[in-house]
């Protein structure tokens, strides 16, 4: 082959690749996955699970969370809870909150925080593809 052919043949190359990484990045662009948090109080479906959460403190390194489930029989419904403190995501301490599909089962599941900080933490509940968000309240100790 001729260096010219070589070269019309690179270039070509060259548009094709070009062209698609501006088709991913418009892509990308158009997908609208950021959600805004869920506000106590509200009943948010995650994927086959109804949750409710009405109240979270935090003492020291625990964090404790007010949950209503329903809509599935789990006896293991917090283990799709989680909690994302300083970075480092939290799986729930054992606790007896167990999911009926008709009725409202509250509850109250506890995380063991890392490290204590002032910076609001994030419940993350998620089934199978389907994923909610509530931002807690950061303690209310004072920091020295």
């Keep these: 082959m001729k260096t010219r052919t070589l070269l019309l043949l690179s ?22 996955a950021t959600t805004v948090p ?30 209503t489930v329903s809509g599935i029989d789990d006896r293991e419904v917090t283990d799709s809870f989680a909690v994302i403190s300083s970075g480092v995501p939290l799986n729930a301490e054992p606790n007896d909150c167990v999911a009926v599909i008709d009725a409202d089962t509250s509850c109250e599941v506890e995380f063991v925080l890392s490290t204590e900080t002032s910076e609001p933490a994030v419940l993350i509940v998620t089934r199978g593809e389907e994923r909610g968000r509530w931002v807690l309240a950061a303690t209310e100790d004072p920091i020295p």
């Design 11 to 32: 270039l070509g190359c060259a548009i094709v690749i070009l062209a698609a990484g501006i088709g991913l990045f418009v892509r990308l662009g158009a997908n609208d």
């Design 38 to 67: 869920s506000e106590f109080g509200d009943r948010v479906e995650v994927g086959d699970l109804q949750v409710v959460v009405s109240n979270a403190s935090r003492v020291g390194l625990k964090q404790r969370i007010s949950v």
